[in-house]
């Protein structure tokens, strides 16, 4: 079982930034894709980001160029920096890893198991 624990929420101007931390407490993090979702109130939940095993990366649209994902296997951690941020990032922030191992980069929430509890992100205007 993959225990996920994020950190680094919080409030915010525009145009500021925030890292989001995830911390893993299972052996085979290291082999598994991970990513970042965000859930808006009234919104269903989407995709941010997500880095593959080997560190292959894919953002969604609204994000690339501003967020940066990376994961440190030595620390069991994945990270995502948000610069630039926009009153519409806000959304509570969750943390996921696959449960395929040795898989390649993960988009769609089906392919997740294990969840976070999530980290509430708030950009003000």
């Known amino acids: 079982q993959v225990q996920l624990v994020e950190s680094g929420g919080g409030l915010v101007q525009a145009g500021g930034s925030l890292r989001l931390s995830c911390a893993a407490s299972?052996?085979?993090?290291?082999?598994?894709?991970m990513g970042w979702f965000r859930q808006a109130p009234g919104k269903e939940r989407e995709f941010v980001a997500t880095i593959s095993w080997v560190g292959s990366i894919y953002y969604a649209d609204s994000v690339k160029g501003r967020f940066t994902i990376s994961r440190d296997s030595a620390k069991n951690s994945v990270y995502l920096q948000m610069n630039s941020l926009k009153p519409e990032d806000t959304a509570v922030y969750y943390c996921?890893?696959?449960?395929?191992?040795?898989?390649?980069?993960?988009?769609?929430?089906?392919?997740?198991?294990?969840w976070g509890q999530g980290t509430q992100v708030t950009v003000s205007s």
């Open positions: 996921a890893a696959t449960i395929r191992l040795h898989g390649g980069v993960a988009v769609n929430l089906g392919e997740y198991n294990y």
């Open positions: 299972e052996r085979t993090f290291s082999s598994r894709a």
